[in-house]
């Protein structure tokens, strides 16, 4: 007869090392685990479509946008950064839980045909980069107008 009983870790970052080794025990080492562990660092982001532009949120907390590089090559847009931790000279203190991680990232998004390349809007606000990507003008929607004969 199987019981269930109360899990009750000690601390929070103890929680975390013992969900991820109770998470792989059912999984292992499937084709999830090594993707899990590259999407778990990379910044998350939402992608809109507009009538006249496609527009991306990326959240980056604790980033400074002087660090943050956005390339468009062709089709191909991409965000990079090589953030660096800060070490702040007057807390010199061991820490006792260290969940954030800053680190360097790269992420590439491929382009819709009818985005314009050329016409780009950047913005960061509250640890949030926010892009306007806007649509070519051909291929933005149009009503005639019907006259009557």
């Given at each position: 007869m199987k019981t269930l009983?109360?899990?009750?870790?000690?601390?929070f970052q103890n929680a975390l090392s013992e969900f991820d080794k109770y998470f792989e025990s059912f999984f292992g080492d499937s084709l999830f685990a090594p993707a899990a562990k590259i999407f778990n660092r990379l910044p998350v982001v939402d992608i809109q479509e507009t009538e006249n532009s496609y527009v991306l949120d990326m959240e980056l907390p604790g980033y400074d946008e002087k660090n943050i590089n956005v390339h468009v090559?062709?089709?191909?847009?991409?965000?990079?950064?090589?953030?660096?931790?800060?070490?702040?000279?007057?807390?010199?203190?061991?820490?006792?839980?260290?969940?954030?991680?800053?680190?360097?990232?790269?992420?590439?998004?491929?382009?819709?045909?009818?985005?314009?390349?050329?016409?780009?809007?950047?913005?960061?606000?509250?640890?949030?980069?926010?892009?306007?990507?806007?649509?070519?003008?051909?291929?933005?929607?149009?009503?005639?107008?019907?006259?009557?004969?």
């Open positions: 009983s109360i899990y009750r870790p000690q601390n090559d062709g089709s191909r847009l991409t965000i990079s950064s090589k953030q660096e931790e800060k070490k702040s000279e007057e807390n010199q203190g061991a820490y006792l839980i260290r969940e954030r991680k800053i680190s360097a990232f790269s992420r590439s998004f491929e382009l819709p045909e009818n985005a314009d390349p050329e016409a780009v809007n950047a913005a960061f606000k509250n640890g949030v980069l926010r892009l306007e990507i806007k649509k070519r003008a051909e291929a933005q929607k149009r009503t005639i107008q019907i006259n009557a004969a």
